[in-house]
């Protein structure tokens, strides 16, 4: 699973490697940041190494760094985990703005918009799950603006609910989910680019 790269046009998605390290430890162990990641440590280059060894060699997960074309800025991660080809499904996440000045820009709108139509399209999978901790409610939000609901029934992965402690909710998202809510989110980048004279 090596040698993505989802283009846009003010940010582009490439698959984590050693270059983008010193940034996604930054991140991650940033307080204010790692406050709801499953990450009961300080991450460090050794143990960020050691974790891409088996990453390189797992066909089920995947990592992508979100960068900033204009400025050649990383300032994010969302990537998967769980992938089942035979069900079509994986668990979204990774999800982490970690340079605080792109929280809720249009360039991590477009980078979401790349990310879905990639894992519902060339990825090919069906449903995406995300587990979220109960009193995240930034990332509630976000998830359910992009087509995200929350799972009422049997959960999918019920070791997921409560992780190193946090208590997560799960949500579910279909390919149709995502086709319903896609169009009100294009109409918001088209807003931006006729406002800066990207398009006629």
Not at 52 to 58: A, K, L, S
Not at 85 to 97: K, M
Not at 113 to 133: Q, S
Not at 161 to 175: A, D, P
Request: glycine residues 6%; hydrophobic residues 35%; contains cysteine.
């Amino acid at each position: 699973m090596q040698g993505i790269r989802l283009d846009g046009q003010s940010v582009y998605l490439t698959e984590a490697a050693e270059k983008y390290f010193p940034y996604i430890i930054t991140w991650r162990n940033d307080p204010e940041n790692n406050r709801y990641l499953n990450q009961p440590f300080r991450l460090t280059m050794d143990k960020q190494c050691a974790w891409y060894e088996q990453y390189r060699n797992d066909p089920t997960q995947g990592l992508l760094v979100i960068v900033d074309k204009k400025q050649n800025i990383p300032f994010a991660t969302m990537g998967w985990t769980d992938y089942d080809r035979e069900q079509r499904l994986c668990i979204t996440g990774r999800l982490l703005v970690g340079d605080r000045r792109y929280r809720g820009s249009l360039l991590f709108v477009e980078a979401t918009v790349l990310f879905a139509d990639y894992m519902y399209g060339t990825f090919g999978v069906d449903t995406c799950y995300a587990h979220i901790v109960c009193d995240n409610i930034a990332s509630v939000r976000y998830h359910e603006k992009y087509g995200f609901y929350r799972n009422d029934g049997i959960s999918k992965f019920p070791e997921e609910i409560i992780v190193n402690g946090m208590r997560q909710e799960e949500y579910v998202r279909s390919k149709e989910d995502w086709a319903a809510v896609r169009p009100a989110v294009l109409r918001r980048l088209r807003d931006r680019d006729v406002r800066l004279g990207m398009i006629s």
